[in-house]
């Protein structure tokens, strides 16, 4: 009798830890969708690029074009990298890469972005750089911002340009037309919207997976002792 007391005693307490596994695996699988779903959600946040170069098209002044790229913070919307190119041969073209007083106000970034001399003919120069930044989220192209023109919030902040030299008509140079258009050259990053709506429709499907589950786990459970 009680060799069969013993035998009962070992078989419920197996019964239990076998009920126990049962519970824990049952909750891992429902868990596993509802976190693959957050993180879905979350991508849309952090899928933007954090840098954007942009090319300078179209970008004159009374004295010469001016070509080249800016690398601007597609968070902050200020600029972080620059090579730009002042074609005024008289001046000796001018390079400026050199960055600063970056800031982003009323809907538009400024920098002063300058070069030392790289030749006989100038010491130098910067180009004060106005643009709005309305299409920085959705990668668009972004206007220069020209004297007595709306940019921003703001209705007259003009871009300059000039260069530092002792003969000749060195500037400031108003800029009258441009843009600063996206480069081409990397592989557009899934719009937010998308990864939104993605990130959704693994929610309802975790969802629907979880229901399954559990009206199929009703009849996963072992007989009791009893049965």
């Known amino acids: 009798m009680r060799a069969a007391r013993k035998r009962l005693a070992a078989s419920a307490t197996g019964h239990a830890i076998t009920q126990g596994q049962i519970s824990v695996n049952r909750t891992i699988v429902r868990a596993v969708p ?13 899928a933007r690029a954090n840098s ?25 919307d200020i600029v972080t990298a620059a090579d730009i190119t002042f074609n005024y041969a008289a001046v000796g073209d001018p390079v400026f890469t050199n960055i600063g007083s970056p800031n982003a106000y ?7 972005i300058s070069g030392p001399s790289d030749s006989p003919l100038n010491f130098g120069g910067q180009i004060a750089l106005y643009y ?52 081409t050259g990397g592989a557009a990053a899934p719009e937010p919207p998308s990864l939104f709506l ?26 009791t002792s009893g049965s």
């Open 34 to 46: 509802f976190l693959a779903c957050a993180l879905a959600l979350a991508l849309p946040f952090v």
């Open 52 to 76: 954007i170069t942009y090319n300078l098209t179209g970008v004159t002044s009374p004295a010469g074009t001016l070509t080249g790229t800016v690398t601007i913070d597609s968070i902050t």
């Open 198 to 223: 993605l990130g959704t429709g693994l929610c309802a499907t975790a969802g629907i997976l979880a229901a399954a589950h559990g009206k199929s786990g009703k009849s996963d459970a072992p007989p």
């Open 106 to 112: 009323n809907g538009l970034g400024q920098d002063y």
């Open 132 to 183: 709005d930044t309305a299409n920085i989220a959705s990668g668009g192209d972004l206007s220069i911002c020209i004297a007595n023109g709306q940019c921003g919030t703001e209705p007259n902040e003009p871009s300059l340009v000039e260069a530092y030299v002792n003969t000749g008509n060195g500037g400031p140079f108003d800029i009258t037309a441009g843009s600063l258009d996206p480069s």
